[in-house]
């Protein structure tokens, strides 16, 4: 049986009490978050000693909208609070961003708020409504979903029809259903792909403009960005390399580059020079404008090094690095020093099919380094960076060890970032040395 994905601390406690900020693990839950699709998904703290074991559930929201027995009214509940004050609720039309959200006002009586609101009545030919929390609630609920009413003004579920040849953004989020209409929107991101100009993205400018206090993971039109690269790279800089925005995307999605193709980011920085040509945008301004974007998205991605970071801007390489394989050997075994003596007191290494890494190791031969792990432990630390670059250069598949599930992401960037210098710069020369650059 697999097991979750976990992060794990050891604290010495002596006769005094130590204190430990819950917010110090906040990255790490969010981490841990972003593996579940489910916006109910939760995160369980387990304290261990020698008296026993404390556990404490943390969500991703405080609360939720609840509706009444009737389905006529709404309010925002919480565990233990049959009513949470201070919420302020508003409706966005989802496939309008760019139309102004309209402001929930709670039932009066006795001059006294209820804490309930009349459940909007929406036609269902407007297709799917949120209600969401304003950016000056006090409390972050969940999302609830409004597919529109029948003529009794009761909610009910909206099936829509399969459908063909959907250009729009716009519609094939009007027609999106989690059971029944799955692909629609995935369909039209990939014609985006193709087309800088698609209305499409100027949508997900409106969307993340107009309601950014919201989880990204709230709407199904980011998670199929995130699961196509290419989207996510052109996405990357139709929002102009937005530090913020790429930051949230690799926060609250499971995204693993070193799974990318160094020509796709050699394609897509392409495909913004033509379009910011075909624009008018003169040509003797055009790199001004593109190489920024494309040096901020290469040095956001972890694991990159300043050659490969080099050799992806310019498209040539540094013939300092075609070396004799005695000497690139003689490199790596000092890189694998350094890495072992740098993490000499480290209790625990990172391990993910380590033992199916170095098996893969020893079966091919591509021209990687000559080195040896010393003890299986550290398998996966120092074989991963091979791997990848194996299957970035086109030579290996993924499949071929791992599943591509939110949980081996997970481990895998557990791997990568265990000593981010030793990663980098075995991915980049293995990464090269694949691809027949060097």
């Known amino acids: 049986m697999r ?6 601390h050891t604290f010495h406690v002596g006769e005094q009490p130590t204190i430990i900020s819950l917010h110090s693990f906040k990255d790490e839950i969010n981490e841990l978050l972003s593996l579940a ?3 109910d998904a ?4 387990t304290i261990s000693s020698f008296s026993g074991d404390l556990q404490y559930k943390i969500y991703r929201y405080s609360s939720q909208v609840y509706e009444a027995d009737d389905k006529r009214f709404i309010k925002v509940s919480a565990e233990g609070q049959s009513v949470v004050e201070g919420a302020e609720l508003l409706l966005m039309q989802m496939s309008n961003p760019e139309r102004s959200p309209t402001k929930l006002e709670p039932l009066i009586s006795g001059g006294t708020s209820t804490g309930h609101y009349l459940i909007p009545q929406v036609d269902k030919s407007d297709d799917s409504w949120l209600i969401v929390p304003s950016e000056n609630s006090s409390t972050n609920f969940r999302a609830k979903l409004l597919v529109g009413h029948d003529s009794n003004g009761l909610v009910h579920e909206v099936v829509p029809e399969g459908t063909t040849q959907i250009h729009s953004l716009q519609k094939a989020v009007q027609l999106y259903h989690p059971r029944f209409n799955t692909n629609v929107i995935s369909e039209v991101v990939s014609q985006m792909t193709d087309n800088l100009q698609h209305s499409g993205w100027e949508f997900l400018v409106k969307l993340y403009s107009n309601y950014q206090n919201l989880s990204l993971t709230t709407f199904q039109v980011w998670r199929d960005i995130v699961a196509n ?9 139709r929002f102009e390399a937005n530090p913020q925005f790429m930051a949230r995307i690799e926060s609250e999605f499971p995204v693993l580059w070193q799974v990318t193709s160094p020509q796709l980011y050699i394609e897509t920085y392409q495909q913004v020079m033509n379009w910011l040509e075909n624009k008018g945008v003169d040509k003797k301004y055009i790199k001004m404008i593109a190489d920024p974007w494309y040096q901020s998205i290469l040095e956001h991605i972890p694991g990159l090094s300043g050659e490969l970071v080099s050799y992806l801007m310019t498209n040539q390489m540094n013939q300092k690095l075609r070396l004799p394989a005695s000497i690139i050997n003689e490199a790596g075994k000092n890189w694998l020093q350094d890495l072992l003596r740098d993490n000499s007191e480290t209790d625990l290494w990172p391990e993910s099919n380590g033992y199916d890494l170095k098996r893969w190791y020893q079966n091919n031969s591509l021209g990687q380094m000559q080195i040896e ?4 432990f550290q398998n996966s630390v120092i074989y991963l960076p091979i791997f990848l670059a194996a299957v970035s250069s086109g030579k290996a598949e993924l499949s071929d060890i791992y599943d591509e599930s939110t949980t081996a992401i997970f481990k895998l960037k557990q791997v990568r970032d265990f000593d981010p210098n030793w990663f980098s710069s075995m991915y980049t020369f293995h990464l090269l040395k694949f691809s027949d650059l060097i």
Do not use: G
């Open 3 to 8: 097991s979750p994905p976990y992060f794990k």
């Open 37 to 39: 699709p489910d916006l």
């Open 42 to 45: 939760r995160v369980t703290i």
């Open 229 to 237: 690269p290419k989207a996510l790279l052109l996405c990357f800089y």
């Open 373 to 376: 792990s010393l003890h299986s």
